[in-house]
């Protein structure tokens, strides 16, 4: 019986020592295997030097060849000019735009001048000097904020709190952003100021914004004679409140007896409609801010400049760009002899 703890111990100590030795095997097992993927990754950075170093003359011809086929299309072919325009859309509006954009971007890489300059009211010759139009959103995180802000208000406060700002960003769509940048790259530097007026007539004579215009403005009226009725309202009670605290004040004092809670009580009411009528005012201020901002179907922040902006950067460089093609497709044809010539001694 005096034997059966000195057992136990012995049992207890081989049990750990075989966990140990199964977990110093685990991480000797994870080391090797992280070991042979930095083996791999610099087996195959020797492999790719070694067939730079075989191929070197051909890839060195490639890039010349590239660079100075470069060099004479970037002083040949005419030189290619931004324009942006940004904007501001207005009763839904933005998905008409976006699709209005894309519609002339398809006739310009399709090259139909024609259709292209009857759809923007220009020239076939100034149409076909543009090569691109796109537009993107073009907001800040103040404006995402704002816009975050101005879609929680219309919630309610269940529903508050299941969105974050985070969840937000995460399905913020570009359409949500409340500013839109139109842009037109073409090798004539005037062209884009010419669009402008076909481009934002596409989207004002749209019947439906036409209508959402309307109803907006004839809503903004009618709020605008709501507050002003209430504004007389407050004037015409002051009023009143003032000709019966005058009237009190030429009542001769019977001895001591004034009424200080009623005196108490007009003050309150009067300090009340002073508060209401600054609420109003600030409603008032809000209002013709909407105004402003929903006079238009499509409100232009920034117009396209008069003259167009050459276009710049090393990728919009053709001698840049067609090394780097030339670069990467005598890689792929050198690559493909190799497999070709692998496959066959592979069937031998």
Do not use: P, R
């Given at each position: 019986m005096a034997e059966q703890p000195s057992n136990q111990n012995n049992s207890d100590e081989i049990d750990l020592g075989q966990l140990f030795q199964i977990i110093g095997r685990?991480?000797?097992?994870f080391f090797n295997f992280i070991g042979s993927i930095f083996k791999g990754l610099f087996h195959l950075l020797i492999l790719f030097l070694l067939f730079i170093q075989k191929h070197f003359v051909i890839l060195a011809v490639a890039v010349v060849a590239g660079g100075v086929g470069g060099y004479f299309l970037d002083n040949y072919l005419p030189e290619k000019y931004v324009s942006k325009m940004v904007v501001e859309p207005n009763f839904n509006s933005v998905q008409q735009l976006?699709?209005?954009?894309d519609f002339y971007n398809d006739l310009a890489e399709a090259q139909d001048s024609i259709s292209l300059a009857s759809a923007l009211d220009i020239s076939t010759i100034e149409a076909a000097s543009i090569k691109k139009i796109f537009v993107d959103s073009y907001s800040d995180e103040n404006q995402k904020i704002k816009l975050f802000d101005n879609f929680i208000k219309n919630l309610d406060t269940t529903t508050i709190k299941t969105i974050d700002f985070e969840n937000y960003l995460k399905n913020f769509?570009?359409?949500?952003?409340r500013f839109h940048q139109i842009s037109i790259v073409s090798t004539d530097n005037l062209v884009a100021k010419k669009t402008q007026p076909a481009i934002i007539n596409s989207i004002s004579v749209n019947d439906y914004f036409k209508l959402q215009k309307r109803i907006n403005e004839e809503n903004l009226a009618l709020q605008d004679s709501i507050y002003m009725q209430q504004l007389t309202e407050i004037d015409s009670l002051q009023s009143l409140y003032k000709r019966v605290l005058e009237k009190e004040a030429e009542k001769p004092m019977q001895g001591t007896n004034i009424n200080l809670a009623e005196n108490g009580q007009s003050q309150n009411k009067e300090l009340a409609l002073v508060k209401e009528r600054e609420v109003i005012k600030e409603k008032l201020v809000e209002l013709n801010e909407e105004r402003a901002n929903k006079s238009e179907i499509l409100n232009i922040i920034s117009d396209f400049p008069t003259r167009g902006v050459k276009q710049r950067g090393l990728l919009k460089s053709y001698k840049v760009k067609l090394p780097l093609i030339a670069l990467g497709f005598v890689i792929c044809l050198?690559?493909?002899?190799r497999l070709r010539i692998f496959l066959s001694n592979y069937s031998d």
């Open positions: 685990g991480f000797q097992k976006y699709n209005n954009i769509n570009s359409l949500d952003a050198l690559l493909f002899l």
